[in-house]
């Protein structure tokens, strides 16, 4: 005796939704954050446009409400120091970097700069 299941686009999205709710719950049942997670899309997008400026101006506010994140200075750096190619900027960034982030991010804002110093 064979059985055929057909698929439609309902059954699949259906499937893929019930996956995800279990999946997401058998995997990581206490995954949540205390707050909203940076996005950096819109520094990215500004960047791509060559507007270099506003996205170090996005990035900064990112950093004022993330002090403990070092992700936003090291893109700033970036930003100094591929697009602007100001060394000055770049350091300065740094060090007030240097001022908030600590432990591992600390870490990898330190090896950021290291790379982009050489």
């Known amino acids: 005796?064979?059985?055929?299941?057909?698929?439609?686009?309902?059954g699949s999205w259906l499937a893929g939704i019930i996956g995800r709710l279990v999946g997401d719950w058998l995997y990581f049942p206490n995954r949540h954050y205390d707050r909203p997670q940076p996005i950096y899309g819109p520094a990215q997008a500004m960047r791509a446009q060559n507007k270099p400026l506003e996205a170090?101006?996005?990035?900064?506010?990112?950093?004022?409400?993330?002090?403990d994140l070092a992700r936003p200075y090291i893109e700033?750096?970036?930003?100094a120091d591929r697009d602007l190619?100001?060394?000055p900027t770049l350091e300065a960034i740094y060090?007030?970097?240097c001022k908030t982030v600590r432990g591992e991010e600390r870490k990898a804002l330190d090896q950021a700069?290291?790379?982009m110093t050489r």
């Open 56 to 67: 170090m101006e996005y990035l900064n506010n990112l950093s004022k409400q993330y002090p």
């Open 1 to 10: 005796m064979r059985f055929r299941f057909r698929s439609t686009p309902l």
């Open 76 to 79: 700033m750096m970036d930003i």
């Open 85 to 87: 190619h100001d060394r």
């Open 113 to 115: 700069y290291d790379e």
């Open 95 to 97: 060090r007030q970097g």
